[in-house]
């Protein structure tokens, strides 16, 4: 059988490759596909997601460099059907043992040439910046999906990440496909919907017609080391991702079939919820909750990383801000607020002057 192979890619940090790269391949597995995760980030982060133990002793780095084989390295999951290439610590020196190699572009290409893969998909979660490994996996996927969110920098992202999609189409791999364009951790507010409309605008039907929302129950599930679709099948972000699954497989259908080639029919969705209910429940044991601090923690690290560091002045001017275009008022009616404010400032100045020259008796 040979997979589909599927690269999350964006040379941005923090956009949710990974969060997409997990739920997507736990969902796929609920929809009763047979699925192997590659995790080609140091930091690992779909392995601990996956509920994998980042100190496994062969992982990526060791199938790279032939130290391993496929079998070797490939570790099960809880989840029935998905199973992942991990990553380890070591995958962080990589790039100096590929400067080494011959071909070295196309190594992760040619190992998965020369193995028999026995599963329906694999998804390559990319880490941020362009450099040997994502050059790897667009090198060896079908499709590449990247996922974005709406950030004033979101469209340099994209910017950045399209040309190096078309690098890797002309060199290395021209039957390389966009699959799509995923909005990822969407906030509900004008600016947000202002961007995705121009996105939308200039890449047309590539733009998924799922978004996925921001939820806080993505970043508790991640400090549980779950997807959110196992940890919270209900939540807002679990169901989204389940509708991005349906469309991703309805996308990969009608792409096979213009190559004249079938997809073997997925569970209907009432049995893929029903899975992740059940796995859910086995894996209740890790789900301890996360302290509200720890989840505080990492939202305030996920607006930094999304918006740059502000100070507090800052934050609370763009407050401010959203808050007057959100809600539809005009400039005018903005700086009337802040002429107001003034005038009142003012005014209990001058009251408080006057009282204190009464105290000391200087009328
Ligand atoms: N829909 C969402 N709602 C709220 N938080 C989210 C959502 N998706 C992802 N996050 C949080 O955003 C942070 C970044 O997500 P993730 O690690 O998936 O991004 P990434 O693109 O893989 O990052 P990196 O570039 O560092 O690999 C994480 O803390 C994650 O829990
Ligand atoms: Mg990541």
Known sequence: MKPYIVAIFNQKGGISKTTTSTNLAV???????????????SQGDSTKSLGI???????????????????????STVFDGLRVLPSTYSLAGIEIKLSELQNSQRTLSNILAHTEMDCDYMVIDCPPALGILPI??????????????????????????????????EGLNKNLLLQGVLFTINDKNKTTRKINEMIRSRLGGTVYRTEIPRDNMVIEAATSRL????????????????????????????IAAKAGETVAAHLPREQAVERLFRWQNQNSSS???????????????LDRMLYGDRSWAERWHLAVVHFFIDNRLSLVAFLLVVLIGMIALVGAGYEGVRRLAELVGVT
Do not use: W
């Open 136 to 169: 790897n996996a667009l090198a060896s996927a079908h499709a590449v999906i990247i996922p974005v969110t709406a950030t004033p920098y979101a469209n340099d992202g994209l910017l950045r990440t399209l040309p190096s999609i078309k690098y890797v189409q």
């Open 27 to 41: 969902c796929l597995a609920a929809f009763g596909k047979s699925v192997v995760v590659i995790d080609l980030d």
């Open 53 to 75: 133990d980042p100190k496994v002793k062969q992982g990526i780095f060791d199938l790279f460099i032939g130290n391993a084989g496929v079998d070797e390295v490939m570790v």
């Open 287 to 301: 789900m301890a909750g996360a302290s509200d601090e720890r989840v505080r923690q990492r939202k305030d690290q």
């Open 227 to 254: 997807p959110v679709c196992v940890y919270a099948p209900k939540s807002a972000a679990a169901q989204a991702h389940l509708d991005f699954t349906e469309e991703f497989m309805e996308r990969h259908k009608a």
